[in-house]
């Protein structure tokens, strides 16, 4: 079974930096996008960002534009989000989503998560 760990979650005070990794492994597998969620208290799961594998394309949230950055490790499978200028309405969980073909079957698995990663951000 695949897999998604995440680590780099932790406490920042407002205007630092933090980086966010979700490494997907186990079984074979290939990837077709990977990105990130989030989860504040009381509120709604909502999309950080995305990229896509093959061609790196990224996507963000227009909350997020300008301080986050999502990369790519594809001999790793890993995705990074580099979170810049952290402010205290990025404190949430985060969540690493990925879009997966697993084999040797090549099922799809559109809706793979992480268990997720406290990111706290502090006046």
């Known amino acids: 079974q695949v897999q998604l760990v995440e680590s780099g979650g932790g406490l920042m005070q407002a205007g630092g930096s933090l980086r966010l990794s979700c490494a997907a492994s186990?079984?074979?597998?290939?990837?077709?996008?990977m990105g990130w969620f989030r989860q504040a208290p009381g509120k709604e799961r909502e999309f950080v960002a995305r990229?896509?594998?093959?061609?790196?394309?990224?996507y963000y949230a227009d909350s997020v534009k300008g301080r986050f950055t999502i990369s790519r490790d594809n001999a790793k499978n890993t995705v990074y989000l580099q979170m810049d200028s952290l402010i205290p309405e990025d404190t949430a969980v985060y969540y690493c989503?990925?879009?997966?073909?697993?084999?040797?079957?090549?099922?799809?698995?559109?809706?793979?998560w992480g268990q997720g990663t406290q990111v706290t951000v502090s006046s």
């Open positions: 186990g079984g074979t597998f290939s990837t077709n996008n």
């Open positions: 989503k990925a879009s997966l073909r697993i084999w040797p079957t090549g099922r799809y698995d559109d809706d793979h």
């Open positions: 990229i896509r594998w093959d061609d790196g394309i990224k």
